[in-house]
């Protein structure tokens, strides 16, 4: 009798493993998906008492006067700085592009050595 239960609960948590494998890989998926219209821009200035809107600005503002393309508002769904402040390093931003078309317009049209950030 215990025997048998044992090998049920054997089973049950074997089945278990597998369906946590399954779910952990589609999750892993969707995130790849998520991320992959985002781009991130290194070496821009940092300030501490800018919000996030400000920060939205400047990336339009970077598009415009530097690479030549005019986004609309909902061309980027947010823009943020990665991490802490900290007065002595540039956080990167990193803007969530509406389509993947906006992502690549604005990759196609960067030349890196001629400008003054980086972009990925």
Known sequence: MVKSQLKVVEATASECSS??????ARVDD???RSRHSNLVFYWLAN??????KYTECL??????????ITLQPYDI?????????????NRP????CAHFKVKHQI???HSEPKERFLLS
């Open 19 to 24: 369906r946590v494998s399954a779910m952990s």
């Open 30 to 32: 969707l995130e790849d």
């Open 47 to 52: 300030n501490h008492n800018k919000s996030w």
């Open 59 to 68: 990336v339009f503002e970077l598009c415009k006067d530097h690479l030549g």
């Open 77 to 89: 769904e947010r823009a943020h700085r990665l991490g802490v402040f900290h007065p002595d390093k």
């Open 93 to 96: 931003i990193i803007a969530k």
């Open 107 to 109: 990759l196609t049209s």
